[in-house]
């Protein structure tokens, strides 16, 4: 498709020039998240990218190193206990999403698809399968995350998911980055854990 091979240049220049401004609020973030508790800066986790293939996302890290790892957030019990205190505002604000303007750059996401699935989330997997959105790059943020994010079931994400293949294009790309800057001020759709969702991603 020739607008797969746009958005892959769109993506390569917007994460280039996202690297280089962003730099000094990731040396900040760095530190911050150094002195606010044990442990690496960033946090790697197995996801699944486009064709069902597996690739590692990365996160400012915002819990502690001895969180169950490949768990989503809500199946933990009181997961508030694991989040840092750093990691509140970072989860918040989204801020710990930066990090994964590397897996774009890398050309393992894009900036706007449906969110990579844990590689365990096979239900998700499976229902977005139906709808065609595994064979898609998936993204930083979506059609989804900016109509319920956290809040979502997994049949209700995954036919989102779907509306965004039918109608993907500069226009859709367009509104789901708009949405998704109004969305963080408004700090829609995060709920950690205290949400009928059956997926944290």
Known sequence: MAYLK??????????TLGLII?????????IVIKIDSKGPI??????????????????????????????????LENPDQWITRVGTILRKTSLDELPQIINIFKGEMSIIGPRPALWNQYDLIKER???GANEVPV???GWAQINGRDELEIDEKAKLDGEYVEKMGLLMDIRCFIGTIFSIIRSEGVAEGRTRSKIKD
């Open 6 to 15: 746009f958005k892959r240049l769109m993506d390569i220049i917007f994460s």
């Open 22 to 30: 962003l730099a000094p609020v990731f040396m900040i973030l760095t």
């Open 42 to 75: 960033l946090f790697k986790q197995k996801r699944v990218g486009i064709h069902k293939s597996h690739f590692y996302i990365l996160k400012f890290r915002t819990m502690r190193i001895d969180t169950p790892r490949d768990t989503p957030t809500h199946l």
């Open 129 to 131: 399968e139906r709808y």
């Open 139 to 141: 993204g930083l943020t």
